[in-house]
């Protein structure tokens, strides 16, 4: 039986309809509201609104869950390559082997970056962000490629971006060093191949790490889907107005880039770091986190959907022992974390608050040790959640109610006025 809500104002009864979804998740259908009443909601930050209906993710903040089409990541982090986890979040289903190994193809087939391109990189200002670069790269593929569209040609598109933003990345990398670049090997997976087009070099040959690799593949992971965040809800909104897939996945990068969203794992690191080398006490950090006062946040603790621990820094944290241990590291930064999050989950202002280690707490932790520098954090993040980026912007095409993303606004400005001759207006003192 089909449930409604009833919306009483002045004297009349609106009855709106309630929608539940596949996890007894319960949203007011307000599509009609307007037409109905006249009036709009607002709600700034979006925190009350769903944007869309989705069958990628599912995040039970209250309860700490997180699913990539029904799967926990828990399962998918233990036993998955992030291969596997990107097919399954674009397609709907694990692979069976001939369909992974059609994948890899493609992958493989298209990791290679046109030369043209590797010029641009020698352009941008040697202190550069990679962040930019990377938005700016991801964008100029669609002068390089076709876009292709219909089923077949978009699962090239598809492969094209998840292989090439791999290579643009490490390209990037060495330019940057002013070292030579790596290219692709056949013979090696996805996360082998970043390590060795990032680390091999002609006078130093890369040992490849198979622990390093399951870290890398693990991290990549518990980045790829995170349902309705600021960047994927940038791709899905850029995408609305039916522009190419390039271009879209290009702003959800820029989006991804801010210290409050993917930047958060650059600044934890560079938070960390200013507490070692300063020997700040955590009780003075502690409370300029809780000073209203104080601009400054404790970076990478809080989130705005998990009001409890979120399960991926359960999974990361064990990851940061393990590659440390194996890897024969004692990095001070994992020691200062872990005291941090020790008093910080005692305290009451982050208890009432609601405030936990997100992922990006311990995440930049395992990048140092694997030797991605500090800069390009947040483009590792990228590369991870790019699988979530396509499969939300193929979903959101594929949906029969979708519409162009337009808002609107509650106009507080100036009412009606005057256009006033220019010597008449008053002088500004
Ligand atoms: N340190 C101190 N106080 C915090 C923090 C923090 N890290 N996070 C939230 N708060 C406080 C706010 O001051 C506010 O307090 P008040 O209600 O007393 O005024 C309250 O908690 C709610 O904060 P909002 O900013 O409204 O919460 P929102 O859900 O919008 O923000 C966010 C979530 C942006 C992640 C926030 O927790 C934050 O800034 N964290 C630090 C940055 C970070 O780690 N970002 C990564 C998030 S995960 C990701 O995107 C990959």
């Known amino acids: 039986m089909s449930e409604h809500v009833k919306l009483i104002w002045r004297d009349n009864t609106y009855e709106l309809p309630v929608i539940t979804g596949s996890e007894g998740e319960r949203a007011i ?83 290679l970056v046109h030369e043209d391109m590797r010029s641009f990189f020698g352009s941008f200002p040697r202190a550069s962000h990679p962040m930019g670069i990377l938005s700016s790269m991801v964008n100029t593929l669609k002068s390089f490629y076709p876009y292709l569209e219909g089923e077949e040609e978009l699962n090239i598109t598809v492969a094209r971006l998840i292989s090439k933003i791999r290579t643009l990345a490490a390209m990037s990398y060495k330019i940057s060093k002013g070292h030579t670049v790596v290219y692709p090997r056949p013979d090696l997976s996805y996360c082998e191949n970043f390590l060795n087009m990032m680390f091999n070099s002609p006078v130093r040959p890369y040992e490849i790490d198979a622990d390093v690799v399951q870290a890398l593949s693990v991290f990549l992971i518990l980045h790829a889907d995170h349902e309705q965040n600021c960047s994927t809800s940038t791709v899905r909104m850029v995408g609305s107005g039916r522009v190419n897939l390039y271009a879209s996945i290009s702003a959800g990068v820029s989006a991804l880039w801010g210290p409050l969203h993917g930047g958060a794992n650059q600044a934890v690191i560079e938070m960390l770091t200013n507490i070692v080398e300063n020997n700040i006490p955590l009780k003075e950090v502690l409370s300029r986190a809780r000073d209203k006062a104080d601009p400054f946040r404790l970076m990478g603790f809080g989130h705005r959907v998990y009001k409890t621990y979120d399960p991926r820094t359960r999974i990361m944290k064990k990851m940061c022992d393990r590659i440390l241990t194996k890897l024969n590291i004692h990095d001070p930064l994992l020691d200062v974390a872990k005291e941090l999050e020790e008093i910080a989950v005692r305290d009451s202002y982050f208890i009432d608050h609601n405030l936990y280690p997100n992922i990006d707490f311990y995440s930049g932790i395992v990048l140092r040790a694997i030797g991605i520098p500090t800069n390009m954090f947040t483009v590792m993040f990228a590369i991870g959640r790019l699988p979530g980026w396509i499969a939300q912007w193929k979903e959101s095409m594929d949906d029969p109610e979708w519409r162009l993303n337009r808002p609107r606004q509650v106009y507080t400005g100036p009412t009606l006025r005057q256009y006033i001759p220019i010597d008449n207006r008053q002088p500004v003192c």
Not at 59 to 68: A, F, P, V
């Open 29 to 111: 259908d307000i599509s009609k509201l307007r037409q109905m009443t006249g009036m709009i909601t607002l709600d700034s930050g979006f925190a009350n609104t769903g944007s869309c209906k989705s069958a990628i993710t599912f995040m039970d903040g209250e309860r700490g869950i997180l699913r990539y089409r029904g799967y926990p990541i828990e399962e998918l982090a233990e036993h998955s390559s992030f291969r596997e986890v990107a097919y399954l979040l674009i397609n709907g289903e694990l692979p069976n082997r001939k369909q992974i190994t059609r994948f890899s193809v493609l992958l493989n087939d298209h990791s």
